[in-house]
T-cell receptor, first 117, second 110 residues
Framework: SAVISQKPSRDICQRGTSLTIQCQVD?????MFWYRQQPGQSLTLIAT?????????ESGFVIDKFPISRPNLTFSTLTVSNMSPEDSSIYLC??????????????FGEGSRLTVL | QKEVEQNSGPLSVPEGAIASLNCTYS??????FFWYRQYSGKSPELIMF????GDKEDGRFTAQLNKASQYVSLLIRDSQPSDSATYLC??????????FGSGTKLNVKP
């Protein structure tokens, strides 16, 4: 399976600040996905990060709030900008199984738990 | 209507019993279906995937798919306390666009 490392694993942030989450994958992948999991909720796709092109955002998520970088095929960052307490959540980086197995599954990083005061 | 619906639970079963988890989805074009297990504070991990109608068994786990009814289920036989977790149903509609249910919390009582 894919080995996905996320940093930071957790952080406590002040309202109005921004935080960048890093995601490193152990192999080259075409697409990387960023999900949000709010307390007690399921996973919601924020955006798909494609190398060499702009990220594709889902309804309800905008680039100004969640800018994404994808400088190469193994790395991506998600920034949560101008944070408010409503942004307190777990942010998960994921990749699909292409190149690892034929299951079609998603592999997930350990997640970054953000608390905004 | 949500893309993927699950009963949030909690579902409580005694150790050794069969736990039955259910999921419905809204898009008939959905192609592949997944069950993930998520322990508290951890990221989701794949338990089962199923693409075709019918049953698929893997150890104590059986996934069932009925595309006509747009229904997916997961059976866990001989439930163990270590199975206590939240189970997420996920549906892949196209090109790696996954939709997740809200999850069912399972408690297996010793």
């Amino acid at each position: 399976s894919a080995v996905i490392s996320q940093k930071p694993s957790r952080d406590i942030c002040q309202r109005g600040t921004s935080l960048t989450i890093q995601c490193q994958v152990d192999s080259q992948v075409t697409m990387m996905f960023w999900y949000r999991q709010q307390p007690g909720q399921s996973l919601t796709l924020i955006a798909t990060a494609n190398q060499g092109s702009e990220a594709t955002y889902e309804s309800g998520f905008v680039i100004d709030k969640f800018p994404i970088s994808r400088p190469n095929l193994t790395f991506s960052t998600l920034t949560v900008s101008n944070m408010s307490p409503e942004d307190s959540s777990i942010y998960l980086c994921s990749v699909d199984a292409t190149g690892y197995s034929n299951t079609g599954e998603l592999f997930f990083g350990e997640g970054s738990r953000l608390t905004v005061l | 209507q949500k893309e993927v619906e699950q009963n949030s639970g909690p579902l409580s079963v005694p150790e050794g019993a069969i736990a039955s988890l259910n999921c419905t989805y809204s898009d008939r074009g959905s192609q592949s279906f997944f069950w993930y297990r998520q322990y508290s504070g951890k990221s989701p991990e794949l338990i089962m995937f199923i693409y075709s109608n019918g049953d698929k068994e893997d150890g104590r786990f059986t996934a069932q798919l009925n595309k006509a009814s747009q229904y997916v289920s997961l059976l866990i036989r001989d439930s163990q306390p270590s199975d206590s977790a939240t189970y997420l149903c996920a549906v892949n509609r196209n090109f790696n666009k996954f939709y997740f249910g809200s999850g069912t919390k399972l408690n297996v009582k010793p």
